[in-house]
């Protein structure tokens, strides 16, 4: 079992900044991408940002130049700084990990995250 909690959401004015962590624990041996999803008032959840275990980034294109992800491995953490939040950002953000282990792979999900932005 892989246990993710995020934290650093909260009520933000636009154009603030916030900073979303993501803590894997447990048996966290072969988790390979972690990943950022959001969810907005009455919308679907959506991918934000995903790290790869190389390195790799992606990005939502709503947010792309705003929002920066990273990944320590060797900590299993997963981090968002947002900058110039908009209120459409508004919405639970949830930390994902897929773990990847003996030719099976399983999902995990956090808890989520409330992130307001609104003057």
């Known amino acids: 079992q892989v246990q993710l909690v995020e934290s650093g959401g909260g009520l933000v004015q636009p154009g603030g900044s916030l900073r979303l962590s993501c803590a894997a624990s447990?048996?966290?041996?072969?988790?390979?991408?972690m990943d950022w999803f959001r969810q907005a008032p009455g919308k679907l959840r959506e991918p934000v940002a995903s790290?790869?275990?190389?390195?790799?980034?992606f990005y939502v294109d709503s947010v792309k130049g705003r929002f920066t992800a990273a990944r320590d491995s060797a900590e299993n953490t997963l981090t968002l700084q947002m900058n110039s939040l908009k209120p459409e950002d508004t919405g639970v953000y949830y930390c994902h990990a897929r773990q990847i282990w003996g030719g099976s792979s399983t999902d995990y999900w956090g808890q989520g995250t409330q992130v307001t932005v609104s003057s």
């Open positions: 447990g048996n966290v041996i072969g988790v390979s991408a």
């Open positions: 790290v790869t275990s190389h390195g790799r980034i």
